[in-house]
């Protein structure tokens, strides 16, 4: 954020309630917990995963509520000391929505969640204010129908436009979308196709730019690599995919991460030792594109 790493996580108190914790980095080389500024956001929710984007160079939290709602936390403050210095604001009203994520396109929050309810599946929501202040400040609508089964999606601005990957358990496929428009506020103008097709082993998607191009790693019992070949990827035959990686995955305790160091791609995963009940954080490390 403004230059200097961050991190949104969960953590208890010493009365094991939830808090989700923002921790900036205070020296380029850290060493300890003393190198990190820790402050609390709020307290009381769901144990989740995060979202951490930045914005006019301020953190925003993106976040599911206990029951159903999605929130922004957004700060006036670079360096935010508590709760007081946050604000929360309404997302979504009527659906049941949960594990949001997000990303910056247009110069607008937009996120993408898993939808309970009557119609389960992917939703998206896209602020139509550069300053969203209210749930009246989003655009919100059903994307695709995937399954009950509860699958968290990954999302990424390439090019200006918002795109989604996310596990359809209905179908067993890791499907991407890509929107026509950089502030789309209907399903009418995305793209989808199929990019994966295993069932077992399409879980946790992680997107992420390769080259200016999206590049996505997932898995349940091998680690997976998709690169597109073209910024705006329309097709399974857009993408070079690398399977196998690593055997003996578990990705059932949290989903991995990417990131992009001298044009190559390194992944953290977990995993599963099985003889010896273990789990373990990994990384692969690509040695060419």
């Known amino acids: 954020i403004n230059g200097e790493p961050a991190v949104v996580y969960c953590g208890f108190d010493n009365s094991s309630i939830n808090e989700i914790r923002y921790a900036r980095l205070l020296t380029a080389e850290p060493t300890g917990p003393a190198d990190w500024d820790v402050s609390l956001i709020t307290n009381g929710l769901p144990i989740q ?22 929130y922004l936390g957004v700060t006036p403050f670079l360096h935010p000391t508590g709760p007081a210095d ?48 209210t749930t009246a400040d ?3 609508f059903p994307l695709l ?33 890509r929107s026509g428009e950089t502030t789309p506020n209907t399903a009418a103008v995305w793209f989808l196709h199929s990019l994966f097709i295993d069932p077992t082993d399409i879980l946790a998607p992680q997107l992420s730019l390769l080259e200016g191009r999206p590049a996505v790693a997932f898995g349940r019992f091998d680690l997976n690599f998709a690169w597109s070949g073209t910024e705006q990827a329309d097709a ?13 995955l578990n990705f059932g305790v949290g989903p991995l991460d990417i990131a992009v160091t001298d044009y190559l791609p390194i992944i953290a995963f977990v995993h599963y030792d099985a003889p010896n009940n273990v789990r373990d954080i990994a990384i692969a490390v690509a040695v060419e594109q």
Request: charge should be negative; proline fraction near 8%.
């Open 145 to 177: 129908p995937i399954g009950t089964t509860l699958v968290r999606p990954s999302i990424l601005t390439v090019g200006g436009y918002p795109h989604v990957c996310v596990p359809n358990e209905a179908n067993g496929s890791l499907d991407y979308l």
């Open 49 to 70: 995963p995060l979202s951490l984007l930045e914005k006019d160079i301020l953190p925003v939290v993106s976040l599911a509520g206990a029951s159903g709602q999605l």
């Open 86 to 133: 946050w604000t929360s604001i309404s997302v979504n009203s009527g659906t049941t929505l949960t594990v949001p994520v997000a990303c910056i396109a247009a110069e607008r929050v937009q996120l993408a969640s898993y939808g309970y309810g009557v119609s389960p599946g992917l939703n998206y929501a896209t602020a139509t204010a550069l300053q969203p202040a």
């Open 138 to 140: 989003f655009d919100n």
């Open 236 to 248: 399974p035959a857009d993408w070079l995919l690398s399977e196998e990686l690593e055997g003996g």
